[in-house]
Nanobody, 114 residues
Framework: VQLQASGGGLVQAGGSLALSCAATGSFFGIDDMAWYRQAPGKQRELVARITRLGGTVYADSVKGRFTISRDNVKDTVYLRMNSLKPEDTAVYYC?????????WGQGTLVTVSS
């Protein structure tokens, strides 16, 4: 199983970016999917999580600005990021949970300039 993330880049503060992450390979269904991020010198932290049925959880720091969604047919999770702040600068990783364990994407860099 592989998770391929895309959509990172450089944006000015107040701008928007959209990330996507597609799971490929041989598996039977995906449980929770999530986005994490890791800023320089900091630990990896949960940004948002979505269950297979669409239930969501967000970090307090992104509530009201970020939206996580998924397409269970395409086995893809998305993260729409609005009103971006310099402190959102990080490498963003997607994560997917399967009945046998979990898998991580390779990370995509998001840089927000002030």
């Amino acid at each position: 199983v592989q998770l391929q993330a895309s959509g990172g880049g450089l944006v000015q503060a107040g701008g928007s970016l959209a990330l996507s992450c597609a799971a490929t390979g041989s598996f039977f269904g995906i449980d929770d999917m999530a986005w994490y991020r890791q800023a320089p010198g900091k630990q990896r932290e949960l940004v948002a999580r979505i269950t297979r049925l669409g239930g969501t959880v967000y970090a307090d720091s992104v509530k009201g600005r970020f939206t996580i969604s998924r397409d269970n047919v395409k086995d893809t999770v998305y993260l729409r990021m609005n009103s971006l702040k310099p402190e959102d600068t990080a490498v963003y990783y997607c994560n997917a949970e399967f009945n046998w364990g979990q898998s991580w994407g390779q990370g995509t860099l998001v840089t927000v300039s002030s």
